[in-house]
């Protein structure tokens, strides 16, 4: 099983990553979990010229670098570790590229798709949880335990995070489509809710897959 969390930065995916993973190993299955951009050295040295670069990177070169890390990902360590039965967990996927660089970045949502299509090998996720959050809140969040003005031009934000209100609009906007067309898949989750509650949320959707 694939299952995948989607959600602008600061929205709490990473925390319920890990509260699934401990779920799931608990009730006796393997769970491997990975995160986009990276998972295996060229991803992660992609990830580090995706994020960190203070260069520019124009929009079409930005979704074919973030398309060569995931085929890296998928070929390499995800469809070996589905063929064994693992559940994989993934911070982010395909769904992030239709939000960010479609809607975010206005790029034709129909390349998109058939860019999604070559660098997935077709995989799809199973399940798909969508932490909705505003990108204020998400803002608000990420700087609430530090004494940091809240902008997006922050020195403690990196190169997508640095992109700004309107283009985190448009992101939560795909994302809200996304979900709008595919709500079989994707589960959308209010993201001010407590991590607790979120977490409940997640595991009885995932026993109703099962029953």
Same mark, same amino acid.
């Given at each position: 099983?694939?299952?995948?969390?989607?959600?602008?930065?600061?929205?709490?995916?990473?925390?319920?990553?890990?509260?699934?993973?401990?779920?799931?190993?608990?009730?006796?299955?393997?769970?491997?979990?990975?995160?986009?951009?990276?998972?295996?050295?060229?991803?992660?040295?992609?990830?580090?010229?995706?994020?960190?670069?203070?260069?520019?990177?124009?929009?079409?070169?930005?979704?074919?670098?973030?398309?060569?890390?995931?085929?890296?990902?998928?070929?390499?360590?995800?469809?070996?570790?589905?063929?064994?039965?693992?559940?994989?967990?993934?911070?982010?996927?395909?769904?992030?590229?239709?939000?960010?660089?479609?809607?975010?970045?206005?790029?034709?949502?129909?390349?998109?798709d058939e860019v999604n299509r070559i660098a997935t090998f077709g995989l799809r996720p199973d399940l798909t949880f969508y932490?909705?959050?505003?990108?204020?809140?998400?803002?608000?969040?990420?700087?609430?335990?530090?004494?940091?003005?809240?902008?997006?031009?922050?020195?403690?934000?990196?190169?997508?995070?640095?992109? @700004?209100?309107?283009?985190?609009?448009?992101?939560?906007? @795909?994302?809200?489509?996304?979900?709008?067309?595919?709500?079989?898949?994707?589960?959308?989750?209010?993201?001010?809710?407590?991590?607790?509650?979120?977490?409940?949320?997640?595991?009885?959707?995932?026993?109703?897959?099962?029953?």
């Open positions: 099983m694939l299952i995948t969390f989607e959600g602008i930065d600061g929205a709490g995916k990473s925390t319920q990553v890990v509260k699934l993973k401990r779920h799931l190993q608990e009730i006796g299955r393997e769970v491997l979990t990975l995160r986009e951009p990276g998972g295996t050295e060229v991803a992660e040295n992609i990830r580090e010229l995706l994020l960190q670069s203070k260069h520019e990177i124009v929009p079409v070169a930005e979704l074919l670098l973030f398309a060569a890390s995931r085929a890296e990902l998928v070929q390499k360590v995800i469809l070996p570790a589905l063929e064994q039965g693992i559940v994989v967990i993934l911070d982010r996927f395909s769904d992030s590229t239709t939000a960010y660089q479609g809607y975010g970045r206005g790029l034709s949502l129909e390349l998109l932490l909705d959050i505003t990108p204020e809140d998400a803002l608000i969040r990420k700087f609430s335990e530090k004494s940091i003005p809240l902008a997006f031009d922050s020195g403690e934000l990196d190169r997508m995070e640095s992109s @700004g209100l309107d283009f985190y609009d448009r992101v939560r906007d @795909g994302y809200l489509a996304l979900h709008d067309s595919q709500k079989e898949r994707i589960m959308l989750i209010d993201a001010l809710l407590s991590p607790a509650s979120i977490h409940d949320l997640i595991v009885r959707r995932l026993d109703l897959l099962k029953s």
